[in-house]
């Protein structure tokens, strides 16, 4: 069954505007789909399909001669040369909405978009299934059985078992996607770092703990970080410190894409097993992080999001800039709400002064109220996460 991702809308304003607008996200995430259902009436080029890419390769301005009207370019990492003869081609016919290229899984190709369609291209990243997107394929889900599912949507569309899912996905990502981008002699090691950074989600990055722990360098720790983030695997929650005096954090967090790959790694199979088990806050935390996340993506809007930590330990799970505004919000995965739970939030108004705006905090409960100037909500049965793009 196909559904209406909620990205298409900003995805037809950018193809209004852009002679080119390119999806990038990771594999699996549903851009070819995407691409498809917005644009059914462009000609498809999966540039993975070899013939194809060696037909193109062979006479790329032949290639887009024969297109006048552009063409949805899937998984355009294959054939990177193509990008400066639609450079080309485009800036002879500045028409808007001629090409749709989709990439995935390549550290380099961002820039080479970046750089090669400066100004002619529009740039949306998009990111598996959000709760309200798979609120239209089922029922909505248990925010713990949606951490152990994940959210890519062929394991929904064909009702795949994730075990068996994110075992194909980390050996295909790992055998053909991560070798093709770096050097990696230990696959073995590699693997190790995979399942020691599930451990470590929503802690600070200590590339030196990991460094020890897996046996590799810290430079080897850095560049196989940095792979996982371009390839859409994991991503760093900045810390916020902008003109505050105080002594704060300034090492990221760390956080997976997917919580379901990340509960694959850790070998928790269920919501009764996540719930007893000790990373339940992080993994609840990245959930709720990563639902805004998509919301901000999926509206085209920069993510704009940091957390706060001072050395005195006073910290706030997650804030949202807009503008001078800083909204702060608690995320926590208890099913009772207590007072503690907003001590980071008063701290932070203390430290920032007007510029805190209304705080909240996420909870599992099923009561929605408000405690000193902070609403207290479960977002998976009241609202949504839609206050992510006020």
């Not at 990111?127 to 798979?134: G, I, R, Y």
């Not at 590799?216 to 991503?235: E, H, M, Q, R, Y």
């Not at 996420?362 to 909500?377: A, I, L, M, P, R």
């Not at 009241?382 to 206050?387: A, M, N, Y």
Request: net charge positive.
């Amino acid at each position: 069954m196909l559904i209406k991702r909620d990205i298409e809308e900003e995805l037809c304003a950018c193809a209004n505007e852009y002679p080119v607008v390119t999806i990038f996200g990771p594999r699996q995430s549903g851009k070819t789909t995407l691409a498809r259902m917005a644009f059914p009436d462009k000609q498809y080029f999966s540039l993975e399909d070899p013939d194809i890419r060696d037909h193109i390769a062979e006479d790329p301005r032949g290639f887009l001669e024969n297109i006048p009207d552009g063409a949805i370019l899937d998984e355009i990492q294959r054939l990177p040369d193509l990008l400066s003869y639609i450079q080309s081609f485009v800036d002879k016919d500045n028409r808007s909405g001629l090409f749709i290229i989709t990439g995935s899984h390549q550290p380099l190709l961002h820039q080479a978009v970046s750089q090669t369609l400066a100004g002619r291209t529009a740039i949306l990243n998009l990111l598996p299934f959000s709760h309200a997107e798979l609120g239209r394929l089922h029922k909505q889900q248990d925010p713990f059985e949606l951490c152990c599912t994940g959210a890519y949507p062929r394991l929904h569309d064909k009702h795949l078992k994730p075990d068996r899912f994110f075992a194909g996905y980390v050996q295909t990502y790992v055998e053909r996607d991560v070798r093709a981008l770096i050097n990696i002699k230990d696959i073995d090691r590699f693997q190790v770092f995979l399942r020691l950074l599930a451990g470590r989600i929503g802690q600070l990055v200590n590339y030196r703990a990991l460094s020890n722990d897996v046996g590799v360098s810290s430079t080897t720790i850095k560049n196989w970080l940095s792979v996982l983030k371009a390839s859409f695997v994991a991503f760093e929650l900045p810390p916020y410190y902008e003109n505050i005096r105080k002594r704060v954090t300034k090492s990221p967090k760390i956080f997976f894409c997917d919580v379901g790959l990340a509960c694959y790694l850790l070998g928790i199979h269920n919501a009764n097993q996540l719930q007893r088990d000790p990373l339940r806050g992080g993994l609840y935390e990245n959930l709720i992080i990563l639902e805004i996340l998509k919301e901000r993506l999926n509206h085209g809007l920069t993510p704009q999001i940091n957390f706060y930590r001072d050395s005195n330990g006073h910290e706030v799970d997650l804030i949202i800039r807009d503008g001078r505004s800083l909204h702060p919000i608690e995320i926590k995965s208890a099913s009772t709400f207590t007072s503690s739970f907003i001590t980071g939030i008063e701290n932070f108004r203390k430290t920032v002064g007007q510029r805190c705006a209304r705080g909240m905090v996420c909870y599992n409960g099923k009561e929605k109220t408000t405690f000193k100037n902070t609403d207290v909500f479960n977002p998976f049965i009241h609202d949504g996460f839609k206050f992510a793009v006020r």
